[in-house]
């Protein structure tokens, strides 16, 4: 990309910054579903806790690494101007849609509501018929929790990553005021408080309950005004390069200091006045965060625990289907006779938990190995894991303690699964395991060897409720063979994994084989194009950056390839320039389940190959992760994923178009209405 200056023109890699604008359109995206007609109100008002949770996230760890880009310009005495405009587009843009969010809460959400009888107080003055609840709510619960900070050129307090507290001005006289901080404790206490009036329930925020309460902490006091900030910090944790057997203790060190690392976004009232501003600044030593006006309330991720209970508000009920398989008898079984798959949340999540169940209780299972990257925090599969420890069972577990924010979950259940007597091993720091695998091995004497499962998403039950996600369980052996030979590098690296050889036939491991294998692959039709022959290219991600795949894809639109994509979320690649990539669509699908699932399908002159995986395309996916790709031999499973995401690029309702400035450009054509969720969900259910 190149960004104009008055002085020169400078070039800028993109890797940043369309990365981060691209990303910001995906939430656009998210944002713009809260505005959709046809959303249910309850589920509008969860797309705008979504959307502001991204956005928390986003300034956690992108902006951060801006940031620092920025300092290292400065420091080399380059252009670190460069990066500021970056980071004030990305404000720019920001800030736009914030407005957007404030448009959508006043005339659609609030409106909404009080029609269904629900009265969220929002900007206004609380009703004098519900003060009586709330003096009692305010002294009998939250003063509980209530801490009084005076702010003075001592004050020593250290604000927490993304807490939200209340600036309190004290007036002593026509130009003197104290200034005081508040924690509102939205941690220990729900968001939100209800009051039923009648037919009416009032909805109250807990920063409104402790404003309301001030006049009992500050008594005898002129209290002109109070105003609710935030401050969100730098969500980076630095290991040192080497395998240690301590890195659970040296990862609850850093998590424990994480909270209180550099400040990355000051969000404030706008109502704040400048001088008060600036001491709040100072005092907590700001100056280098990214100042950002806001309005009274923050963390609106909060919107989800909303008090709402009423059905009519959220989308029906879509009950999961049961997996096809005989339940009486055993799924290894089964799994021996032939491969199954499983499409969640639309299938039941039943089979996984019973695949581990099962193993922790066979009599022929003798070893079980799994990775595990963000573990359910009441995880079903980690105790069937303890339980097979415990029946005398050999249990291996690759647990990733670096899941950016389930750390600390992860080293709880490490310790667990230790004490049961399961081996635990941890990835070095320079390379995370993201491959979604388990084995389990079986005695020589037992009529099934081995049984594999592969998925495209975290082995977490609470998380496959909402997340698309496919999973394969197989016999195949020379795939087993491929997954033993992954179990074994990852329980033995313990250094740079390019020294170790590993061949793979089936599976593609990322920082082995597979980069080269998906270029391969694009070649492969890049000739078939050439010779006269079906080509064509599907392909499902998240996110999609890494530099020498976008341009393979390139280089087969330029060649005449279709190319179909579907990136929910960042997107590098530029569709729709002539002469570059003028065969090549991206669209992304935001609706009621969140799209996960990696998938990759090759047109291969009419005999399709079709591979599903953990891997995005990112550079750390491909660089600096282990990811497992693998494909799917089985006709009937095969036929059935590509009638699936056949369906997907149909979808004229929650589709949208990525457009040359990364625009979202809803799908609509003459074809009836077609959404693609619920007709994949109609299509399993028939077939079942």
């Known amino acids: 990309?190149?960004?104009?200056?008055?002085?020169?023109?400078?070039?800028?890699?993109?890797?940043?910054?369309?990365?981060?604008?691209?990303?910001?359109?995906?939430?656009?995206?998210?944002?713009?579903?809260?505005?959709?007609?046809?959303?249910?109100?309850?589920?509008?008002?969860?797309?705008?806790?979504?959307?502001?949770?991204?956005?928390?996230?986003?300034?956690?760890?992108?902006?951060?690494?801006?940031?620092?880009?920025?300092?290292?310009?400065?420091?080399?005495?380059?252009?670190?101007?460069?990066?500021?405009?970056?980071?004030?587009?990305?404000?720019?843009?920001?800030?736009?849609?914030?407005?957007?969010?404030?448009?959508?809460?006043?005339?659609?959400?609030?409106?909404?509501?009080?029609?269904?009888?629900?009265?969220?107080?929002?900007?206004?003055?609380?009703?004098?018929?519900?003060?009586?609840?709330?003096?009692?709510?305010?002294?009998?619960?939250?003063?509980?929790?209530?801490?009084?900070?005076?702010?003075?050129?001592?004050?020593?307090?250290?604000?927490?990553?993304?807490?939200?507290?209340?600036?309190?001005?004290?007036?002593?006289?026509?130009?003197?005021?104290?200034?005081?901080?508040?924690?509102?404790?939205?941690?220990?206490?729900?968001?939100?408080?209800?009051?039923?009036?009648?037919?009416?329930?009032?909805?109250?925020?807990?920063?409104?309950?402790?404003?309301?309460?001030?006049?009992?902490?500050?008594?005898?006091?002129?209290?002109?005004?109070?105003?609710?900030?935030?401050?969100?910090?730098?969500?980076?944790?630095?290991?040192?390069?080497?395998?240690?057997?301590?890195?659970?203790?040296?990862?609850?060190?850093?998590?424990?200091?994480?909270?209180?690392?550099?400040?990355?976004?000051?969000?404030?009232?706008?109502?704040?006045?400048?001088?008060?501003?600036?001491?709040?600044?100072?005092?907590?030593?700001?100056?280098?965060?990214?100042?950002?006006?806001?309005?009274?309330?923050?963390?609106?991720?909060?919107l989800a625990s909303l008090p709402l209970k009423k059905q009519s508000l959220s989308y029906a009920e879509m009950i999961p289907i049961p997996l096809d398989s005989p339940a009486d008898k055993s799924l290894f079984d089964t799994i021996a006779e032939k491969d199954l798959m499983l499409h969640v949340p639309y299938q039941s999540y039943d089979s996984v938990l019973r695949f581990f169940n099962e193993a922790s209780m066979h009599p022929n299972a003798e070893e079980i190995y799994v990775t595990l990257y963000r573990v359910a925090s009441d995880s079903r599969i980690a105790n069937a894991l303890i339980s097979a420890a415990k029946n005398g069972k050999k249990v291996t577990v690759v647990v990733e303690l670096k899941a950016r924010f389930d750390e600390a979950n992860n080293i709880k259940w490490s310790k667990q699964l230790k004490k049961a007597g399961v081996r635990i091993v941890h990835s070095i720091p320079s390379l995370k395991v993201h491959a979604k695998i388990a084995l389990v091995k079986f005695k020589k004497q037992s009529k099934i060897p081995s049984i594999g499962l592969l998925a495209t998403g975290n082995l977490n039950e609470n998380t496959a409720r909402f997340y698309t996600d496919h999973i394969l369980m197989t016999a195949n052996k020379e795939m087993l063979k491929d997954l033993e030979k992954t179990f074994l590098l990852l329980t033995t690296i313990k250094k740079n994994p390019k020294k170790y050889k590993m061949d793979f036939k089936c599976l593609l491991v990322a920082k082995f084989n597979l980069r080269e294998k998906f270029i391969k692959l694009i070649d492969t039709e890049i000739q078939n194009k050439i010779k006269g022959l079906n080509a064509g290219i599907i392909i499902k991600l998240n996110n999609l950056e890494e530099k020498s795949l976008i341009e393979k894809l390139y280089e087969a639109s330029n060649a005449g390839v279709k190319i179909q994509l579907m990136i929910r979320g960042i997107c590098c690649l530029v569709p729709g320039i002539p002469g570059r990539s003028e065969n090549i669509s991206v669209r992304r699908i935001v609706d009621r389940y969140l799209e996960h699932g990696r998938i990759f399908v090759f047109e291969n002159n009419g005999n399709p190959l079709l591979f599903m995986g953990s891997a995005d395309w990112m550079n750390r996916n491909i660089y600096n992760r282990i990811e497992v790709c693998f494909p799917i031999y089985d006709s009937v499973l095969k036929n059935e994923m590509l009638n699936i995401l056949k369906i997907q690029l149909e979808d004229n309702t929650k589709a949208s178009l990525l457009g040359t400035s990364l625009e979202n450009i809803p799908v609509r054509n003459e074809e009836p209405p077609l959404r693609s969720q619920e007709k994949i969900y109609d299509y399993l259910k028939r077939k079942a």
């Open 1 to 302: 990309m190149i960004l104009e200056t008055k002085n020169k023109e400078v070039s800028l890699k993109p890797d940043f910054f369309d990365r981060d604008i691209s990303w910001l359109s995906f939430n656009e995206r998210v944002l713009l579903e809260a505005d959709a007609n046809d959303v249910p109100l309850f589920e509008k008002i969860k797309f705008l806790s979504i959307y502001s949770s991204n956005l928390d996230e986003f300034y956690r760890v992108r902006i951060p690494s801006l940031m620092a880009l920025k300092k290292i310009s400065k420091n080399k005495k380059e252009n670190s101007f460069v990066y500021q405009q970056i980071l004030d587009k990305i404000q720019h843009i920001v800030d736009d849609q914030q407005r957007v969010f404030g448009a959508i809460m006043t005339k659609k959400i609030l409106p909404g509501l009080e029609k269904e009888k629900f009265h969220l107080i929002y900007n206004e003055p609380i009703p004098e018929n519900i003060h009586e609840e709330l003096t009692h709510y305010f002294f009998t619960e939250v003063l509980t929790f209530l801490q009084v900070v005076e702010i003075t050129k001592e004050t020593e307090f250290f604000p927490e990553n993304n807490k939200l507290y209340k600036l309190v001005v004290l007036e002593e006289n026509a130009d003197t005021h104290k200034l005081f901080l508040l924690n509102i404790p939205s941690d220990d206490l729900p968001r939100f408080f209800s009051v039923k009036k009648g037919t009416k329930t009032h909805i109250v925020f807990l920063d409104d309950i402790i404003s309301f309460g001030l006049k009992f902490i500050f008594k005898d006091q002129k209290l002109p005004a109070d105003y609710n900030f935030k401050i969100t910090r730098d969500a980076a944790i630095e290991l040192d390069d080497e395998y240690d057997e301590a890195m659970a203790e040296k990862m609850e060190k850093k998590i424990a200091k994480r909270d209180y690392s550099f400040a990355t976004r000051f969000l404030f009232d706008y109502r704040m006045p400048p001088p008060f501003l600036q001491s709040v600044i100072d005092t907590f030593k700001l100056k280098d965060a990214t100042i950002v006006l806001g309005g009274r309330y923050h963390n609106l991720k909060d």
